[in-house]
């Protein structure tokens, strides 16, 4: 992408300036996340992202016009069971259980109560060969989290045994789904992902993929 390209985006909200974004061929302003990630914005912008075991939540708040997705792969870090360490900017949101906290609170920030927003998850497919079916974990977390915090779930899309290609439109609340077929790279690029933070859950130097 050219660097006046670039320059020529609305500004996103403080914080979010390192998430990528673009206009695709149709002049749509296209947020990418990947694992990790999470995004809040006030613009109509297209928050995009391809899910495996992974989850996204799409939260919003109809009436102040602001909402946002997340992107996590593992619902908290193995160890000694504390998640204090998590609030590190910009770590520990690969963990769901720092991520769905800081959207959530990103969110309400702009004002209004937890009963003003509309929720929506997505992902959990059962895509990696491995004993313990990631996905499923994810989706349980993030049910029981969003129970716990008084948060209904108005729709999803979970489980099953295949990546999907999710698109959120937070100003309207519309999400677009597309089930994959079996995708190598996806396959790929979580294990790989998995692998890194397995090996390194706390310290935290890892490229996100």
């Known amino acids: 992408m050219q660097s ?11 914080g979010f300036e390192s998430v990528r974004r ?15 990630d999470y995004y809040v914005t006030r613009r109509e912008e297209v928050l995009d992202t391809i ?9 919003r708040n109809p009436r102040l016009r602001i909402g ?8 908290r870090p193995s160890g000694n069971g504390t998640d204090t360490w998590e609030h590190i900017a910009g770590r520990a949101t690969r963990y ?5 906290e800081q959207l959530i609170n990103r969110i309400l920030s702009a004002g209004g109560t937890r009963a003003d927003l509309e929720v929506k ?12 079916d990631i996905g499923n ?24 045994n295949y990546p999907r290609h999710v698109q959120y439109f937070p100003m309207t609340g519309r999400v677009r789904v597309r089930h994959l077929t079996a995708r190598a790279d996806v396959v790929s690029q979580e294990q790989q992902f998995l692998n890194r933070i397995e ?11």
């Not at 946002?68 to 619902?75: D, Q, T």
């Open 68 to 75: 946002g997705m997340n992107h996590f792969m593992l619902p």
């Open 121 to 132: 998850i997505f992902g959990g497919g059962r895509v990696l060969s491995s004993m313990s």
């Open 96 to 100: 769901g259980s720092a991520s769905m």
């Open 199 to 209: 090996n390194k859950p706390i310290a935290g130097e890892i490229d996100l993929f």
């Open 4 to 14: 006046e390209d670039l320059a020529s985006l609305p500004k996103a909200l403080p």
């Open 51 to 59: 899910l495996g075991s992974c989850v996204s939540a799409c939260i």
């Open 22 to 36: 673009y206009r695709d061929r149709n002049g749509n302003l296209i947020v990418k996340l990947l694992p990790g």
């Open 137 to 160: 974990h994810n989706v349980i977390f993030v049910r029981e989290y969003l129970k716990q915090e008084g948060l209904k779930v108005t729709s999803e899309d979970v489980g099953s």
